[in-house]
């Protein structure tokens, strides 16, 4: 999708910096039906646009007489061809009468043969942008006196800018058949047109040249700005005038507007176009284009703009009520503004914060929450002791936009036991660390907290509680979806916690280190050029538990992936099915008895034996015997024979050679052209790529060309 350029687009004239995204499928080659059941084949052979076509408005264009030696034949393809540009609905075409009388008042004979200059002269006169023309090349049998039946026909039809004098496109179609008539009538004429135009004007669309002056814009009924959307309404067309309607927009009126969104079909409703994922209380700017079944568009009408929705009032006040073993209640005035969904919540031990996020409440009417801190039992929190906590609430919309704080306010909570003594932890386990203490003599201990830092230093984590005031063990391995980590040092402290889930000061700290994982595998050797394989071999693990080494492989050095486990004391391993010519990267890790895995050496790369590379030198001659082929031999030691390939519509193998020369002596037609490549098949019966492609033409007979 192109952007454009509004500013440029409505006040610096038309340059149409847009490019929509469409739909566009491929239309075959047109056919017309000849007289008498005769077929006549016609193809667009040639569609040429010029590289700014899609930045010129050709507000009128003119059509001139198409130029034949037939002056019948002239005037069919003349009306044929303006009926069907006009059905395009392209452009605004001038009366071809309006440019007969022109050409009747210059008397113009284009006695100096350029044809383009006089284009460009009559499209002044005629105040047109673009000016059609076109030349008609009837191939007969015998002369036109003769009214010999033609055998094919070539029209060459080109638009030219009369601003500039420069080619806007050219279409050439070319047309065929058993034996076409003097001259093609009405009706052959309307259904070659019809075609070529097709083919023309997808190329346009293709190019992003699809703006039209012959379509109306669509016209707006409303538009609305929401929180982070807009809605713009329209009254529907017709579906014979617009397919489809798609909005575009710009944060600046005079900046560059493009599409977020993919078109919206007509279905004769109103036509509700959305833009989202805007920015809050913002202005933005918009225009509407519709689109034709063709993918043709209007040219956009001058932008309007529209503001999204802000962000929620604030609560004007907010209550908190303390003296409270561990927890702190907040009441507040529920918001009255029916786009308020619920209520943030943030606390600071500090008047001033910084304030930390401690709730999300998605009800507007709720009006109280506890803070119980991190984690509560039963009707007690885990807020500090003895400290003052300091709290502001915000208001938030449906999509999650907040208000400015409310008032600070504060709560002082109240209250702890004594922690744990004799704490030790346990070195050298796999993938763990027992804990051990005494426990405290406080009957109203109900168990201990279980703290863990990954340094030694604040914060500790709180990572398990035990129950029971006995309890003097525990074994850390880890949340559920974080293990322990190899060979690294854990830290701990308990805390003791009462039947009030108030928690002691922290125990003192110990510390203890997890078993280490095996050691990277070393040596690691791997074999190339192999056909569709790779060996592998690499040095034995010197950890004595190691059970079994694992293979992973890539594509890329950054993705590998496991393919195999291969048992100790194994040390090596061979990968097959790869594909030809290819690079792959391994990586080996090493498993002790306890399944810890080890790390992973930087990966080694492998490549497998690559297909035969292009037959260089390919050249061609006819001689009396046929088409001689000759090129270089291939620089592969293992090269068993080459294909010989002759390209058509599909490609065909014509025969096959040890040697460096191929006669191609099949029954040849004057007037064809051959088309052929070499490749080369090695010992593995590997297929190697295509050479270039060489073609040569079979002259006419001599006496065909007199004909």
């Not at 035990?466 to 854990?490: A, I, M």
């Not at 009030?500 to 095996?518: F, G, M, N, R, W």
């Amino acid at each position: 999708m192109h952007p454009i350029n509004f500013h440029r687009l409505l006040w610096l004239q038309p340059a149409l910096l847009f490019f929509v995204f469409l739909f566009c499928t491929f239309q075959g080659s047109p056919t017309a039906a000849a007289e008498q059941g005769k077929t006549v084949s016609c193809s667009t052979t040639d569609v040429t646009l010029a590289t700014a076509l899609r930045t010129i408005l050709f507000n009128q264009v003119a059509v001139l007489p198409f130029q034949a030696d037939d002056p019948s034949l002239a005037a069919t393809l003349t009306e044929s061809f303006y009926t069907a540009l006009a059905k395009t609905k392209k452009y605004k075409l001038l009366p071809l009468s309006a440019v007969a009388d022109q050409l009747k008042k210059q008397k113009e004979q284009h006695k100096d043969n350029n044809l383009q200059q006089h284009a460009v002269e009559l499209g002044r006169t005629l105040r047109a942008r673009g000016v059609i023309h076109a030349v008609v090349l009837p191939h007969r049998k015998g002369s036109l006196k003769q009214r010999k039946p033609l055998t094919s026909l070539t029209i060459n039809i080109q638009m030219t800018d009369a601003r500039t004098g420069k080619r806007a496109w050219y279409l050439r179609v070319a047309c065929k058949g058993a034996q076409l008539t003097r001259q093609l009538n009405k009706t052959q004429a309307d259904k070659i047109m019809d075609n070529c135009l097709q083919e023309l004007m997808q190329a346009m669309i293709t190019e992003g040249d699809i703006f039209s002056p012959m379509l109306p814009a669509p016209t707006v009924i409303s538009t609305r700005g929401e929180l982070r959307k807009v809605r713009v309404i329209l009254q529907p067309d017709p579906p014979y005038t617009f397919a489809a309607y798609q909005l575009l927009s710009a944060e600046d009126p005079k900046g560059v507007f493009a599409s977020h969104a993919a078109p919206v079909k007509n279905d004769q409703g109103p036509i509700i176009l959305e833009d989202t994922g805007l920015k809050d209380g913002k202005n933005y700017s918009y225009t509407v284009i519709g689109l034709t079944e063709s993918g043709l568009a209007n040219i956009p009408a001058p932008p309007f703009s529209v503001t999204t929705s802000g962000a929620p009032k604030p609560l004007d006040a907010l209550q908190a009520s303390g003296n409270n073993l561990r927890y702190i209640k907040l009441l507040w005035a529920p918001s009255q503004d029916p786009n308020v969904t619920g209520y943030t919540i943030y606390r600071s031990t500090m008047p001033d914060g910084p304030f930390i996020k401690i709730a999300d409440i998605n009800e507007r009417k709720q009006q109280n929450y506890t803070d119980y801190g991190s984690g509560r039992h039963n009707n007690y929190g885990s807020l500090a002791d003895d400290t003052t906590y300091y709290y502001t609430i915000r208001t938030k919309n449906r999509i999650e936009i907040e208000s400015k704080d409310s008032p600070v306010v504060s709560a002082r909570t109240k209250g702890a036991p004594l922690p744990p003594t004799e704490v030790q932890a346990i070195e050298n386990q796999p993938g763990k660390i027992p804990l051990f203490w005494s426990p405290g003599e406080d009957p109203d201990i109900k168990g201990y907290a279980v703290l863990r830092s990954d340094n030694g230093q604040e914060p500790f984590q709180q990572i398990d509680f035990v129950r029971g005031r006995e309890t003097q063990e525990y074994t850390d391995t880890g949340s559920w979806n974080t293990s322990l980590k190899n060979n690294c040092t854990y830290f701990y402290r308990l805390q003791s916690v009462n039947v009030l889930d108030i928690s002691s000061a922290d125990s003192e700290t110990v510390s203890a280190t997890t078993k280490p994982a095996p050691g990277t595998v070393r040596g690691i050797r791997t074999s190339h050029n192999l056909y569709r394989k790779v060996n592998l071999q690499w040095q034995a693990n010197p950890e004595n538990d190691i059970t079994a080494y694992e293979i992973f492989r890539g594509e890329t050095g950054d993705d590998l992936r496991k393919i195999a486990t291969v048992p100790a004391p194994a040390t090596s391993y061979q990968d097959s099915g790869l594909r030809d010519g290819s690079t792959y990267w391994y990586q080996v890790r090493a498993i002790d008895n306890d399944q810890l895995k080890g790390a992973f050496f930087s990966p080694v790369t492998a490549t497998t034996k690559p297909r035969p590379t292009a037959p260089a030198g390919l050249s061609i001659k006819l001689d009396a015997q046929g088409i001689m082929l000759q090129w270089q031999k291939n620089r592969e030691k293992d090269i068993d024979h080459y294909e010989i390939l002759s390209m058509g519509f599909l490609s065909t193998k014509v025969g096959e050679t040890r040697a460096t020369s191929f006669l191609y002596s099949d029954q040849l037609e004057p007037g064809n052209a051959y088309r052929f490549q070499i490749r080369a098949i090695n010992e593995d019966g590997m297929i190697g790529n295509n050479s270039r492609p060489l073609s040569i033409r079979i002259p006419m007979p001599a006496a065909a060309k007199n004909d």
